[in-house]
């Protein structure tokens, strides 16, 4: 059994029923130890219900589910080696914010010397950046730091596994960036196995070295933040991150495809046979804007808004027989030249590798 | 508008405000004040009539309110656990049991009550050894049970709306944090609902300790304070009892106001977390 000391957590053709709803089917993953893992999914894909599962709220209907592999069928969460970040943070509001971090250590057996426990908390607190705030109430916090203390409360354990259900959906933005970048080097320095379940995927891209999709109680992929972007599994993946233009068209030959507008687009070499019909997804940067006097070849088009986003500008551009299509360029590329304004007449140039072709 | 409005409260304080009065009133004449006085309350208390009821009413309301706060608690924590559908029939039963008439349920637990009586003691005095087996009758017993079931809708009703607030997530991570459901129990759920469950008791003893109607029909030969009230006046209304109807007056206002504060507070305090 050498798989059992590699993965921190084992789904084996794990299903979860309720009632007759099907929240999750078959789901088979290895979390490996030490792993940051995000599960990524649209709201009521089963992303939830995994994590419920591991955690011990949810038991499967079907399959089982192992940690540090053991199996935990009927193990209430209270004898689990794992903790949880709740998405509210579920403090305790009757307690400061020490005697919030030093439950799990007094729950304990055999029990824990008590100087022994305010030191592990201290220590815990310190680590989130909270030294000092042990006697606030809970209430007198802000999100931010109500976070911190679910955050220390749930490591102060050392869990095998830290659960984290969409920690960051309840903060601002900047705070959220600042706190995946917490989040990323706490995971490092501790080495403790990380799943973390969101529907951000820009989140699952940025602290994730795995990324789990899922979709309709599936998992649709399971690769690297990069692999996920740049090779998505399907369609769906495609959409869902990252950004997309969706078109759809004919393979000509090998490489190359007779859009519904009637041009011909340059792809990857596939192995489908001609004549198929296929789905595309590019991405907005595989695209390049050329003033419409300059560039030979390319899709004519209308650029019809800009949004301006700082480093890049996003170009939304009118193409005769294909709708609108969305485009980013960096600031740099386009400094010679300017920007295109609403009303321009463009041309678009795909780059083979950005266009991901799928059978429709 | 306005002068309707000052005739309606005229009505309902006025009254109440004149037995206030004349409970220190120096005369006996019930009609004409005569000077200040706090004579009638040390002779309502004196009157040993008068003290046996109110002890009765105590150890009623005490009992009753006590035994109501602790089953509605379980009732209130049990019905959490049920389908929604199963809750919501729940629910409206015991909505219904609070707006029940207390004429109907003096009546109902009183037949109720003489048919177990009738049922029970042949059956205990065939069971029996000694010579004279005990007779279960009416008395203590059946007016807590009868006040104790009513309030213990009331404490039902109240605890639940709090433990619907406490939402689930803080008991889940009680248990993520290796607490055992008892220890989850004990040290994140009771401390939050402690406040709503008293709240609950107050309201409970206060609604025993005023009854009137129930113990009426339950009481049997014992004689509770509204009782003892009630007999009195007629023999006419003396200032004696006016002492002893501003006594319960402050008594309930006290506890209902208490109630009103715990209640409210807890509220005050989530409001503040979220």
Redo the contacts between chains.
Sequence with gaps: MTSASVNDIEFRSVTKRYGAVTAVTDINLAVPKGAFVALLGPSGCGKTTCLRMI???EQPSEGEVQIGGAAMAGI????RP???V???Y?????FDVEANVA??LK??RPKIEAAEISRRVGAALEMVRLGGFGKRR??EMSGGQQQRVALA??LV?KPKVLLLDEPLAALDKKLRTAMQIELQTLQRELGITFVLVTHDQEEALSMSDKVCVMSAGRIVQFASPQEVYDRPANIFVADFVGKTNRLSGTLENGNAVRLSSGALMPVRDTLLAPGTALTLAVRPEAIRLAKAAEAAGGIAGTVTHRIFLGSSVEYSVAVSGLGDLLVTAERQSLAADGLAEPGDPVRLVFDPSGAHVFPA | MRALVSAVYLFLYAPIALVVLFSFNAGRNASEFTGFSTQWYGKALSNGFLTDALINSLIIAFTSATLAAVFGTMAALGMERLSPRARAVFDGLFAAAIVVPGVVIGIATLVALVEVFAFINPVLASLWPGERPPKIGLGYGSIIAAHGLFSMALVTMIVKARISSLGRDIVEASGDLYATPLTTFRQIVLPQILPSILAGFLLAFTFSFDDFIVAFFVAGSKTTLPMYVFASIRRGVTPEINAIATLVLVASLVMIVVARVLMRERKAKTAATE
């Excluded at chain 1, 579920?90 to 009757?94: S, T």
């Design positions: 955690g011990g709220f209430p969460p209270y004898r794992v903790n949880m709740f998405q509210h579920a403090l305790f509001p009757h439950y799990g729950q304990m809970i209430h409360r749930a354990n």
